[in-house]
């Protein structure tokens, strides 16, 4: 199989200001050229014309020659300038390679579904290059015997990853689940996901964080067919499909189709099919509501918890296909399939301020149906900063430093108000995930969704801030019991004192955190007890670190604080990606239009959470490298940086351009397209998954950022 070979300069994603070099004023605002305004020349009184100096024959041949010499210079100038340009971009294209770039490649990614292997005869690729090298071997992309034209040696399988609602163990404890269809007629069934039952021999281990650990499945792998061939990628749009396969690599694809019904997307409304899917399922959630008959439901049943599922965009969004296939995937495995547990929601950001949304009805229904594509009119609710000027008005006084230069309202540093404000008129949710539309995932959202949430709930609180703060390599570290008691032993012998309880702080004007966030023994009496079976009310993707440890730019991004004070202490997760409940929404609302505390978004959540003594955790999901990273290495630099300046969160965030999982982590697109089948740089595509081993196939990833997308239809 080709190496695929990534430029390091095209791994970087545009964002809107660079961590290392602060936005500042305009250097090219000013011309060299004409030091003076145009205006110089004179416009005498009473003429209607301009007229000009009279000047000598000697005058005029000294300005002659001032004017010929000043034109020499300034083309001798540019000329120079223009040397000096280019010179630098060669050294920009010739720069130091960062340390990371040295380590070898790993290309076990790329290994197709004719490479199929049961899970207990899998060696990951970074095991078969330690044996091989071990052994005087010659390292190889892998032990591939696939031959073109070869069908996959396993067949799909659908993959349903939810509770068994017709046992007589789950009808015990919960009330039955009524099936949720896509029609209102309750004729159209749901599609199913189908999966491989194998992972391709030598498909690469990932670095960071455990399937087995969150109780992901660990043993299956997705190609692009089983994941989205029901959701229209499979069939054309005259069947109601988009029509999307029709130049992929595709042997073994059609068997989902032995089983399967095309869904017609195109009479399919999805606002319509949740409500009416919750509204059937209503006891579930409700112990004041009543069953169809008019009865009221058995008391002794449990209920369960509803999260709004909350996407962020924006007027001008442009919907591609294949956003709407993660859609499509998300609705139906996240509400229709758990009989509504969740809600899929749209918060849309209308850009122009002068649109009084909340004055028209019509208005509000032109922006919407506008810039929302029609089967998802109904989710959808519009927000605008002007309108977050009137439910959080100013002043947010003090504060510490406005790295961004930007307007306290603005959705660069206020994006939580918000999903603030979502909470507080749409109450009814006990979780909201705050979610973003550059997020793709290869596995199955209910899965994924529901399993972080019960491994974080079933985490305890002693070390729990220290574990978050951390990332999680099992080669490294072992098993979670080893990396918890490797933490405890770092807060033993270090200076801190653990997090235990809102943390003592000197402040004036602070809301008082909740009685129960107070720890009912001391630190070392708890027998990490305290917290198991507590929901999070903070869940995060990203370590969560203390800002005043790093470069990061935005750290002291403080508002609302006394500032004859130090600054109070803070926490923050990279990518304001997380889960957060009704209980932090509604103190991070108070927060801000009662105290007017605010800090950029990054650091708001996290550190309320820390300010108030509320459970927060990082959830550690597979993180994959394109390099094959020497496992001290890896931690050193990630978890144990020599200076706040080496911090994979500031200065040192190029480390993270090899990841999956980032803000600015460039492998994770380039990762992204290959699986749907496209080529970059010069390899993949089509041809060469029928020359090779056939289609990708992923383990359950979960992709940041997504900026393009393309398949080999492109």
Same mark, same amino acid.
């Given at each position: 199989?080709? +190496?695929?070979?990534?430029?390091?300069?095209? /791994?970087?994603?545009?964002?809107?200001?660079?961590?290392?070099?602060?936005?500042?004023?305009?250097?090219?605002? #000013?011309?060299?050229?004409?030091?003076?305004?145009?205006?110089?020349?004179?416009?005498?009184?009473?003429? @209607?014309?301009?007229?000009?100096?009279?000047?000598?024959?000697?005058?005029?041949?000294?300005?002659?020659?001032?004017?010929?010499? /000043?034109?020499?210079?300034?083309?001798?100038?540019? /000329?120079?300038?223009?040397?000096?340009?280019?010179?630098?971009?060669k050294k920009e294209g010739q720069r130091e390679p960062y340390n990371w770039e040295h380590y070898p490649r790993l290309?076990?990614?790329?290994?197709?579904?004719?490479?199929?292997?049961?899970?207990?005869?899998?060696?990951?690729?970074?095991?078969?290059?330690?044996?091989?090298?071990?052994?005087?071997?010659?390292?190889?992309?892998?032990?591939?015997?696939?031959?073109?034209?070869?069908?996959?040696?396993?067949?799909?399988?659908?993959?349903?990853?939810?509770?068994?609602?017709?046992?007589? @163990?789950?009808?015990?404890?919960?009330?039955?689940?009524?099936?949720?269809?896509?029609?209102?007629? !309750?004729?159209?069934? $749901?599609?199913?996901?189908?999966?491989?039952?194998?992972?391709?021999?030598?498909?690469?281990?990932?670095?960071?964080?455990?399937? %087995? @650990?969150?109780?992901?499945?660990?043993? $299956?792998?997705?190609?692009?067919?089983?994941?989205?061939?029901?959701?229209?990628?499979?069939?054309?749009?005259?069947?109601?499909?988009?029509?999307?396969?029709?130049?992929?690599?595709?042997?073994?694809?059609?068997?989902?189709?032995?089983? @399967?019904?095309?869904?017609?997307? +195109?009479?399919?409304?999805?606002?319509?099919?949740?409500?009416?899917?919750?509204? %059937?399922?209503?006891?579930?959630?409700?112990?004041?509501? =009543?069953?169809?008959?008019?009865?009221?439901?058995?008391?002794?049943?449990?209920?369960?918890?509803?999260?709004?599922?909350?996407?962020?965009?924006?007027?001008?969004?442009?919907?591609?296909?294949?956003?709407?296939?993660?859609?499509?995937?998300?609705?139906?495995?996240?509400?229709?399939?758990?009989? #509504?547990?969740?809600?899929?929601?749209?918060?849309?950001?209308?850009?122009?301020?002068?649109?009084?949304?909340?004055?028209?009805?019509?208005?509000?229904?032109?922006?919407?149906?506008?810039?929302?594509?029609?089967?998802? &009119?109904?989710?959808?609710?519009?927000?605008?900063?002007?309108?977050?000027?009137?439910?959080?008005?100013?002043?947010?006084?003090?504060?510490?430093?406005?790295?961004?230069?930007?307007?306290?309202?603005?959705?660069?540093?206020?994006?939580?108000?918000?999903?603030?404000?979502?909470?507080?008129?749409?109450?009814?949710?006990?979780?909201?995930?705050?979610?973003?539309?550059?997020?793709?995932?290869?596995?199955?959202?209910?899965?994924?969704?529901?399993?972080? !949430?019960?491994?974080?709930?079933?985490?305890?609180?002693?070390?729990?801030?220290?574990?978050?703060?951390?990332?999680?390599?099992?080669?490294?570290?072992?098993?979670?019991?080893?990396?918890?008691?490797?933490?405890?032993?770092?807060?033993?012998? !270090?200076?801190?004192?653990?997090?235990?309880?809102?943390?003592?702080?000197?402040?004036?004007?602070?809301?008082?955190?909740?009685?129960?966030?107070?720890?009912?023994?001391?630190?070392?009496?708890?027998?990490?007890?305290? #917290?198991?079976?507590?929901?999070?009310? $903070?869940?995060?993707?990203?370590?969560?670190?203390?800002?005043?440890?790093?470069?990061?730019?935005?750290?002291?991004?403080?508002? !609302?604080?006394?500032?004859?004070?130090?600054?109070?202490?803070? +926490?923050?997760?990279?990518?304001?990606?997380?889960?957060?409940? %009704?209980?932090?929404?509604?103190?991070?609302?108070?927060?801000?239009?009662?105290?007017?505390?605010?800090?950029?978004?990054?650091?708001?959540?996290?550190?309320?959470?820390?300010?108030?003594?509320?459970?927060?955790?990082?959830?550690?999901?597979?993180?994959?490298?394109?390099?094959?990273?020497?496992?001290?290495? =890896?931690?050193?630099?990630?978890?144990?940086?020599?200076?706040?300046?080496?911090?994979?969160?500031?200065?040192?965030?190029?480390?993270?351009?090899?990841?999956?999982?980032?803000?600015?982590?460039?492998?994770?697109?380039?990762?992204?397209?290959? &699986?749907?089948?496209?080529?970059?740089?010069?390899?993949?595509?089509?041809?060469?998954?029928? %020359?090779?081993?056939?289609?990708?196939?992923?383990?359950?990833?979960?992709?940041?950022?997504?900026?393009?997308? +393309?398949?080999?239809?492109?």
């Amino acid at each position: 199989m080709s +190496r695929f070979a990534i430029d390091p300069r095209n /791994l970087f994603v545009r964002t809107r200001f660079s961590y290392e070099k602060l936005p500042g004023n305009d250097s090219q605002n #000013g011309s060299p050229l004409f030091p003076t305004s145009i205006k110089s020349w004179r416009y005498r009184k009473g003429l @209607e014309r301009w007229r000009w100096p009279r000047l000598s024959f000697a005058r005029l041949i000294i300005l002659t020659v001032t004017l010929s010499l /000043l034109l020499t210079s300034l083309i001798g100038s540019g /000329l120079y300038r223009r040397h000096q340009w280019k010179e630098a971009e060669k050294k920009e294209g010739q720069r130091e390679p960062y340390n990371w770039e040295h380590y070898p490649r790993l290309n076990g990614f790329y290994s197709g579904v004719r490479n199929l292997v049961p899970f207990s005869d899998w060696v990951s690729e970074q095991t078969f290059v330690k044996n091989a090298e071990a052994n005087h071997l010659l390292k190889t992309e892998g032990q591939s015997t696939a031959r073109p034209g070869q069908q996959p040696p396993m067949d799909p399988v659908p993959f349903n990853p939810y509770p068994d609602y017709n046992s007589y @163990e789950y009808l015990e404890e919960y009330n039955p689940v009524r099936t949720c269809y896509l029609d209102e007629e !309750g004729k159209v069934n $749901l599609p199913d996901v189908y999966a491989y039952p194998g992972i391709p021999q030598n498909m690469t281990e990932p670095f960071f964080g455990s399937y %087995k @650990e969150l109780g992901i499945s660990d043993s $299956l792998c997705f190609d692009r067919f089983g994941r989205f061939g029901t959701y229209g990628y499979g069939f054309s749009r005259e069947e109601g499909g988009l029509g999307m396969s029709g130049k992929s690599e595709a042997l073994g694809a059609d068997k989902i189709w032995r089983t @399967e019904r095309k869904v017609d997307y +195109r009479n399919v409304k999805w606002a319509k099919a949740q409500e009416k899917c919750y509204e %059937k399922n209503k006891i579930r959630f409700d112990k004041d509501a =009543l069953t169809e008959d008019g009865k009221k439901p058995d008391p002794a049943k449990k209920t369960l918890p509803r999260h709004a599922y909350v996407l962020r965009t924006w007027t001008g969004y442009q919907w591609s296909d294949y956003q709407i296939l993660t859609l499509r995937a998300m609705i139906n495995e996240l509400s229709l399939k758990s009989g #509504g547990e969740y809600d899929v929601h749209f918060l849309v950001h209308v850009k122009d301020d002068h649109l009084p949304i909340w004055a028209s009805d019509d208005l509000y229904r032109q922006t919407l149906e506008e810039n929302v594509p029609e089967e998802f &009119w109904g989710m959808a609710t519009l927000w605008s900063e002007q309108q977050m000027r009137m439910y959080y008005p100013e002043p947010f006084p003090n504060n510490v430093f406005n790295h961004a230069k930007a307007d306290v309202h603005s959705v660069y540093r206020s994006a939580h108000f918000a999903i603030q404000w979502f909470s507080q008129i749409r109450p009814e949710y006990d979780f909201y995930w705050n979610w973003e539309m550059d997020i793709r995932y290869t596995g199955h959202y209910y899965e994924f969704n529901t399993q972080v !949430g019960n491994w974080a709930k079933q985490q305890p609180r002693k070390g729990l801030w220290e574990r978050s703060s951390r990332y999680y390599i099992p080669e490294k570290h072992g098993s979670w019991k080893n990396f918890t008691d490797l933490i405890e032993e770092d807060i033993f012998q !270090g200076d801190d004192k653990p997090v235990w309880g809102p943390p003592k702080f000197e402040n004036t004007g602070m809301l008082e955190s909740p009685p129960e966030s107070t720890p009912p023994r001391t630190y070392t009496a708890d027998r990490y007890e305290w #917290g198991v079976g507590e929901d999070a009310d $903070l869940i995060t993707f990203n370590p969560i670190f203390d800002p005043a440890k790093t470069n990061w730019v935005f750290r002291d991004d403080v508002s !609302g604080y006394d500032p004859e004070l130090p600054v109070p202490p803070r +926490r923050c997760a990279i990518i304001t990606v997380s889960r957060l409940s %009704k209980r932090l929404l509604d103190l991070m609302h108070e927060e801000t239009y009662k105290m007017r505390h605010h800090m950029f978004p990054e650091m708001w959540s996290p550190s309320v959470a820390f300010h108030h003594g509320l459970k927060a955790v990082y959830a550690p999901h597979p993180v994959f490298f394109d390099r094959n990273w020497p496992l001290d290495s =890896l931690d050193n630099v990630f978890n144990h940086p020599a200076s706040p300046t080496e911090s994979v969160f500031g200065w040192g965030e190029h480390n993270q351009l090899g990841s999956t999982f980032y803000y600015n982590a460039g492998f994770s697109s380039a990762l992204w397209r290959r &699986w749907l089948g496209s080529r970059e740089n010069d390899e993949g595509g089509t041809d060469e998954e029928e %020359k090779a081993s056939g289609r990708m196939c992923l383990r359950p990833t979960l992709f940041h950022p997504i900026k393009k997308e +393309r398949g080999a239809e492109d």
